[in-house]
């Protein structure tokens, strides 16, 4: 049980700020012998990725029913999910290094990288941290109707990421036209 409550406060933990050792060392010594990153970060200063976790969460994304693009600060495709190559028709190797704008129609693609460097510049958030509805092309030139909600993951040290969980809309889009239809 104590893994799961002091998981996520550990995890973030990656440089000692004024507090943190003390901060840990009030935690009671059961806990500290249980949660290997707390004693790893007493001893040591550093925590490293839990591997069992890391294998974990992208076990997670890989068969999660919801497409997951994941991409870095430029916007290279570093993660693509099962669900995402079956809502676009890719395979895997053709996606992975890529810039995520060859799963967008011309008229957003062109702006994209500008978008991402204009964000990087002033940290301004149009989509990230939001849920909209977004067109997307596939693989074999058709446009879907997609809900996109995008989030950043920053990371102490190194550049951000960006996580894009993609949901097809198809059929509620065919529901609101039943809807108005009926």
Not at 110 to 131: C, E, F, M, P
Not at 135 to 158: F, M, Q, T
């Amino acid at each position: 049980g104590f893994l799961f409550v002091f998981r996520p406060m550990v995890r973030y933990l990656r440089v000692e700020e004024e507090g943190t050792t003390l901060m840990l060392t009030m935690i009671p010594q059961e806990v500290r012998e249980n949660v290997p990153a707390i004693a790893e970060y007493l001893s040591t200063g550093t925590i490293t990725i839990d591997q069992k976790i890391q294998e974990s969460n992208e076990c997670i994304v890989e068969w999660s029913a919801v497409a997951t693009v994941v991409i870095d600060h430029l916007g290279s495709v570093t993660r693509f999910s099962r669900a995402a190559r079956e809502m676009f028709g890719y395979e895997l190797d053709e996606v992975l290094g890529k810039n995520v704008k060859m799963l967008m129609p011309d008229e957003y693609a062109t702006n994209h990288d500008s978008y991402l460097a204009a964000y990087r510049k002033t940290q301004v958030k149009h989509v990230i941290g939001g849920t909209r509805r977004a067109v997307a092309l596939r693989k074999n030139g058709s446009i879907i109707d997609v809900s996109i909600s995008v989030r950043e993951i920053r990371r102490p040290g190194r550049d951000s990421v960006f996580i894009g969980n993609l949901l097809n809309l198809r059929e509620e889009i065919q529901m609101e036209r039943e809807t108005l239809i009926g």
